[in-house]
């Protein structure tokens, strides 16, 4: 079954500091994974996407890895910012229509 | 800004009514998705239309049902509401080469 899993479900950190977000899916077969801050009540924002042959991919302050040998990606927050408060969410694609699969999100509150 | 419009942006009806939701892709997205978010929940896709033609269904109810126009432009509609009907409903248009999918600030729907 094709599922997307985030963790952790949610994080309160410092401003400044680093963070790091999980995303581990089963889809198969794989065509990329991209992740996505959604504002609490605003429309999802894309962030990066990564194909197959892509380990790694930077947006600013964030940082996406990808490892499609163990379905796993992450996105590397650093030097938070309050504006970060966001929930993140985590979508594989696979080939064809009706292909995308999301990830329930993880809530970071960035606090000051 | 992701060039995507939806209105209403905010809608109160009662239950058992029938209200509409619309929404434009950026030009020359042929794709277009629509999404329920219930309140603290992930995005559950609807429906996707492709330049005119229903492309894929996802979980979407017997009582909702959608179409896409000769402008690309998307109507949702919903139909003997419900409580638990009461949602952000966002739609999505996706970029041709890449398939990054570009929201729009979502439909806020509360059935009282």
């Known amino acids: 079954k094709n599922q997307v899993e985030q963790s952790p479900q949610s994080l309160i950190i410092l401003e400044g500091k680093n963070c790091t977000l999980q995303?581990?899916?089963?889809?198969?077969?794989?065509?990329?994974l991209r992740w996505y801050k959604q504002d609490t009540g605003r429309g999802p924002v894309s962030l990066t996407i990564?194909?197959?042959?892509?380990n790694t991919k930077s947006n600013g302050r964030y940082t996406a890895t990808l490892d499609a040998d163990t379905k796993q990606s992450s996105l590397h927050i650093t030097a938070s910012q309050l504006s970060d408060s966001a929930s993140y969410i985590c979508?594989?694609?696979?080939?064809?229509?009706?292909?995308?699969?999301f990830g329930t999100g993880t809530r970071l509150t960035v606090i000051p | 800004d992701s060039g995507v419009t939806q209105t209403p942006k905010h809608l109160i009806t009662a239950t058992g009514q029938r209200v509409t939701l619309r929404c434009s892709p950026r030009s020359g997205d042929l794709s277009v998705y629509w999404y329920q978010q219930s309140l603290d929940q992930g995005l559950q896709f609807l429906i996707q239309?492709?330049?005119?033609?229903?492309?894929a269904k996802g979980n979407i109810l017997e009582r909702f049902s959608a179409q896409q126009f000769p402008d690309l432009h998307s109507e949702l509609n919903l139909s003997s509401l419900e409580l638990g009907d009461s949602a952000l409903y966002f739609c999505?248009?996706?970029?041709?080469?890449?398939?990054?999918?570009?929201f729009g600030e979502g439909s806020r729907l509360t059935v009282l």
């Open positions: 999505a248009g996706s970029a041709y080469l890449t398939g990054e999918l570009f």
């Open positions: 990564m194909t197959f042959s892509e």
């Open positions: 995303c581990n899916y089963t889809v198969s077969p794989f065509s990329n």
């Open positions: 979508v594989v694609s696979a080939p064809g229509a009706n292909n995308l699969f």
């Open positions: 239309y492709y330049n005119g033609e229903e492309r």
